[in-house]
């Protein structure tokens, strides 16, 4: 009995504190775009700093560079970005959203982290394909074609990984598959071994 107690105590105690706070946190994006939208650089950017999490979130990422930028602390602004490439490769702020400086700042930095982000991947798909994950060399390889032709201006450098990635990927395409492992159904009896022959 005093265990449920005990239980039930902490379940309240998280209910009351922990379940607002996670309330508060989906509000606070939306604070965050507030206070960009006001001009509150300094205090948007202060709140995009309160926001912790494992992964960064690419919508955080875009609005603290966003911020960065606006305070003319480019340095700090790439970083952010490169942070967000990382997540994301492709991701790129919606033009309908973003100024024609914002678009530029985001396009000079993707070109510039290109080449580490495109090797990184290249590696890690050719290392799928050695070890026969047919499934991870092809999405591994996709993606990087993907990046590759979304960057059009950096694509002409890239044009010999571009036509590797491309071998690759029709190589992986052509591996055969991996059956799935054969299973006995429940219903199945087992097999019973051979009865000796009986002497006459």
Known sequence: MRRKATILFYSLIWATFAVPALAQDAGSVQTVKE????????EALALVNQLHSDRPEPEI??????????????????????????????????????SPRMQKAFTQARQELLPEVTKRIYTD?????????????????????????????????????????AGFLDLSRAMPEV???VTLRESTPPLQPLAPPVAE
């Open 125 to 165: 798909a050719k290392g799928a394909f050695e070890r026969k994950d047919r499934d991870g060399a092809i999405a591994r390889f996709e993606t990087l074609l993907r990046i590759i032709d979304t960057a059009a201006p950096a694509a002409e450098s890239l044009s010999e990984l571009r036509l590797l990635a």
């Open 179 to 181: 059956p799935a492992p």
């Open 35 to 42: 206070l960009y939208a006001a001009a509150a650089y300094e």
């Open 61 to 98: 990422e875009q609005y603290r560079a966003f911020c960065l930028l606006a305070l003319g602390r480019s340095a700090e602004a790439h970083s952010a970005i490169q942070r967000l490439m990382e997540v994301d490769p492709l991701y790129m702020p919606d033009p309908a959203e973003t």
